[in-house]
């Protein structure tokens, strides 16, 4: 099973001492930027769903790419 921990800057040293010293769980730091990478990865999914629901309205593909 894999878990993503958010911890505060100041707590989190030593949390990374107590999972490190289990031997049966690997303990991966991500970087800032993967971190964000993944918050929106997580955030469009989440868009999507409810696109899909009708709970949000989708926008038009020809908006998009001329905002870009």
Same mark, same amino acid.
């Given at each position: 099973? *894999? ?7 100041? *707590? %989190? ?16 730091? =991500?970087?800032?930027? *993967? /971190?964000?990478?993944? *918050?929106?990865?997580? &955030? %469009? ?11 949000? &309205? /989708?926008?038009? /593909? ?5 905002? =870009?």
């Amino acid at each position: 099973m *894999k878990v993503l921990l958010e911890i505060p800057d100041n *707590k %989190a040293s030593s949390l990374m001492e107590i999972l490190q010293s289990i031997s049966y769980v690997k303990v991966k730091q =991500l970087t800032d930027s *993967k /971190a964000l990478l993944l *918050k929106e990865i997580k &955030d %469009a999914v989440e868009e999507m769903k409810l696109i899909k629901s009708g709970k949000k &309205d /989708a926008r038009n /593909a020809e908006d998009f790419l001329n905002e =870009l």
